[in-house]
Nanobody, 127 residues
Framework: QVQLVESGGGLVQAGGSLRVSCATS????????MGWFRQASGKERAFVAT????????LYADSVRGRFTISRDNAKNTVYLQMNNLKPEDTAVYYC????????????????????WGQGTQVTVSS
């Protein structure tokens, strides 16, 4: 059973930076496509970013492109989301997700495509 645990959320002022992490266990991390999603209060869960198995390819939502960076360390079984120039509209619970992928180039932007999910970490950006 794959387990994902997010950490690093918190309260930050607009324009600030924050890095959230997702540590995984119970599976072969390098075989998984990883993704970050977020869910603001009263809204549906939304795609933020995804990274392929080796970390050589990424995809971002338009709303975060140029401000957020997804990365992974396969030796540490961890995926990161570096968030810069944060805005109040980035306030949400951030979730990491994982799915086993046979294709090394695969990237997934749909929540339905992921099998494993973390419990989420709250990120609050004050204006």
């Amino acid at each position: 059973q794959v387990q994902l645990v997010e950490s690093g959320g918190g309260l930050v002022q607009a324009g600030g930076s924050l890095r959230v992490s997702c540590a995984t266990s119970g599976g072969t991390f390098s075989g998984y496509v990883m993704g970050w999603f977020r869910q603001a209060s009263g809204k549906e869960r939304a795609f933020v970013a995804t990274i392929n198995r080796s970390g050589t390819s990424t995809l971002y939502a338009d709303s975060v492109r140029g401000r957020f960076t997804i990365s992974r360390d396969n030796a540490k079984n961890t995926v990161y989301l570096q968030m810069n120039n944060l805005k109040p509209e980035d306030t949400a619970v951030y979730y990491c997700a994982a799915v086993l992928a046979s294709n090394s180039a695969s990237l997934y932007a749909g929540a339905f495509q992921y099998r494993y999910w973390g419990q989420g970490t709250q990120v609050t950006v004050s204006s």
